[in-house]
């Protein structure tokens, strides 16, 4: 499982023209899942996100967790995450997850990051989204499990 993770400001997904997830001060995740990923994968990177300490405490230093603040999430699942570019000019899809495997395991780290506490909004699954964040900072990370 990779997750690109970006500190914002602010960070919104729409479908159609809808907003369908809206999030203030907080992370935007985008979400990938490959073939070998297990809901125990999802629970270790939900975990792994409520107290990655990227956001900044009273002095300024990126010192504090979504554990720590309460900060908000968006979600968005994004099979290109896992697009190999190594060979040729377009990009290969192999790596992704088929969508009857990687939906349900987004769903579970959403799940888990609910449990946790956090306020999560999502886009929607299988759908052309887009993303507009504003990136705080600007700290981007990908992590991968």
Same mark, same amino acid.
Not at 55 to 72: F, K, P, W
Not at 113 to 119: F, Q
């Given at each position: 499982?990779?997750?690109?993770?970006?500190?914002? #400001?602010?960070?919104?997904? #729409?479908?159609?023209?809808?907003?369908?997830? =809206?999030?203030?001060a907080g992370l935007c995740v985008l979400v990938g899942v490959t073939h070998s990923d297990t809901p125990d994968t999802?629970?270790?990177? $939900?975990?792994?996100?409520?107290?990655?300490? @990227?956001?900044?405490?009273?002095?300024?230093?990126?010192?504090? =967790?979504? $554990?720590?603040?309460?900060? +908000?999430?968006?979600?968005? #699942?994004?099979?290109?995450?896992?697009?190999?570019?190594?060979?040729?000019?377009?990009?290969s899809w192999i790596d992704a997850a088929r969508p009857d495997h990687a939906e349900p395991l987004v769903d579970a780290? @959403? $799940?888990?990051?609910? +449990?946790?506490?956090?306020? @999560? $909004?999502?886009?929607?699954?299988?759908?052309?989204?887009?993303?507009?964040?504003?990136?705080?900072?600007?700290?981007?990370?990908?992590? +991968?499990?």
């Amino acid at each position: 499982m990779r997750a690109l993770v970006q500190r914002v #400001s602010s960070a919104t997904v #729409s479908v159609a023209g809808d907003t369908v997830g =809206s999030i203030d001060a907080g992370l935007c995740v985008l979400v990938g899942v490959t073939h070998s990923d297990t809901p125990d994968t999802a629970a270790r990177m $939900a975990d792994k996100l409520w107290h990655l300490r @990227v956001l900044d405490d009273a002095d300024g230093t990126i010192n504090r =967790s979504l $554990a720590d603040t309460g900060g +908000e999430v968006l979600v968005v #699942s994004q099979f290109t995450l896992y697009g190999d570019t190594r060979k040729g000019r377009r990009p290969s899809w192999i790596d992704a997850a088929r969508p009857d495997h990687a939906e349900p395991l987004v769903d579970a780290v @959403v $799940a888990r990051l609910r +449990e946790l506490g956090a306020t @999560v $909004a999502t886009g929607r699954f299988r759908t052309e989204m887009q993303v507009t964040l504003t990136n705080d900072g600007p700290v981007t990370l990908l992590l +991968e499990l």
